[in-house]
């Protein structure tokens, strides 16, 4: 990402003063008492509760005075109206992922330091995945639903069970992708990375090789998807893509379900020919009588790869030092700019 430069001091000079903003209800989770407290060391934290919870009044008075918007799930969208009521904000420090809904040109032409929290989201999303792939190659899933007394389709087996010198393929060299192949590391297999926008020395760097998506497909025995959803990743997974993987071989989706085209994706599923880890489908939740949540060969979650209960903290911890920082003078570790809303999530 493009690294802005330091910020200025925040108006006024003093510490940042600081506005919650994300839905209503989820402040004590996001901020428990220890982050207030650490908060509170480097900023003034104008209202208690997200802005969205303020009658009117407050609201305005408070984000008259703010130099900082902490956001989170739920923040409000930084459009012209939003700023006009913040003449002194100077940063989004966003503390979940996906910055690109809250942001608008509007924001980056404010010369706002938008920061984001996708590094902190992104552990338990890799965690997940990386119990997802080991669980499937060591067939777990389907064994599963073997003694219960499912009829399986007669899967084939082009590779033996384990995860002994697999071949993993990531499609996207994002916060997750890179964690989950630094968390494979221990198990002896091989991973590759498809991204248009990973470098050879990218990909050195990363200690994996970097392959076209179609060999990627073709030659992984897991392929887990770590792309944005943007127009150009709509549906990228479709039937001829699910064509190219191998028999016996498992797509795990945490990213989004716009990718997968879920339609060819059921028919490989009750045909046997793969099996699939899905914590995101489109839309969610899928309807009750869906195909996807009831053939043995697939495995549904409910969206809850990403930050849940004690994983909250992290996103606190990164987005109070991203305040931290700011307070300081000191270049943001996690910068989003305009420029990368094209390519990241
Ligand atoms: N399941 C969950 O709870 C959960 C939680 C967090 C994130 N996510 C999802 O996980 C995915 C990754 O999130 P992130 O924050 O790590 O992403 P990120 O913004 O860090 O990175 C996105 C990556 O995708 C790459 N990319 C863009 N277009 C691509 C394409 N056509 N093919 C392959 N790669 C492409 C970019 O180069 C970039 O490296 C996103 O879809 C995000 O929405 C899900």
Redesign the pocket.
């Given at each position: 990402m493009t690294a802005p430069a330091a910020p200025a001091p925040p108006g006024g000079g003093g510490r940042p003063r600081v506005v919650l903003s994300m839905y209503p209800g989820l402040e004590p989770y996001a901020l428990r008492p220890e982050h207030r407290a650490a908060l509170a060391e480097v900023a003034d934290l104008l209202a208690p509760e997200a802005v969205q919870a303020l009658p009117v009044d407050r609201a305005d008075e408070v984000l008259a005075a703010a130099d900082v918007v902490l956001g989170h799930w739920g923040c409000v969208v930084l459009d012209e109206a939003f700023l006009a009521r913040a003449p002194r904000l100077r940063m989004l420090a966003y503390a979940a992922?996906?910055v690109r809904d809250t942001v608008t040109p509007a924001t980056f032409a404010r010369d706002l330091l938008v920061t984001s929290g996708?590094a902190a989201?992104?552990v338990p999303?890799a965690e997940y995945t990386v119990a997802a792939v080991l669980w499937a190659n060591k067939a777990v899933f389907t064994e599963r639903e073997r003694l219960r007394g499912a009829e399986l389709p007669a899967l084939p087996r082009r590779h033996p069970v384990g995860n002994w010198g697999k071949r993993i393929g990531l499609?996207?060299?994002?916060?997750?992708?890179r964690l989950v192949v630094e968390l494979l590391r221990p198990y002896h297999c091989t991973v590759v990375v498809?991204?248009?926008?990973?470098t050879d020395e990218g990909a050195a760097a990363l200690g994996v090789a970097r392959v076209e998506?179609d060999e990627l497909l073709a030659t992984c025995d897991v392929v887990s998807l770590?792309?944005?959803?943007?127009p150009?990743?709509a549906g990228?997974i479709g039937a001829a893509e699910l064509a190219r993987m191998m028999d016996g071989a498992t797509l795990v989706n945490?990213?989004?379900g716009s990718l997968v085209d879920h339609d060819a994706l059921v028919a490989e599923l009750r045909a046997g020919r793969l099996t699939a880890v899905l914590?995101?489908t489109e839309p969610e939740p899928l309807p009750a009588d869906h195909a996807l949540l009831h053939l043995p060969t697939c495995v549904v979650t409910p969206?809850?790869?990403?930050s849940q209960g004690t994983e909250l903290a992290r996103q606190a911890e990164l987005v109070i030092e991203e305040i931290r920082r700011f307070a300081a003078g000191e270049p943001p570790l996690h910068p989003v700019a305009a420029a990368d809303l094209g390519?990241?999530?």
């Open positions: 992922g996906t996708a989201n992104a999303v499609v996207g060299a994002s916060h997750v992708g498809a991204d248009p926008y990973l998506l770590h792309a944005p959803a943007l150009e990743t990228m945490t990213a989004r914590d995101v969206h809850l790869a990403g390519r990241v999530a």
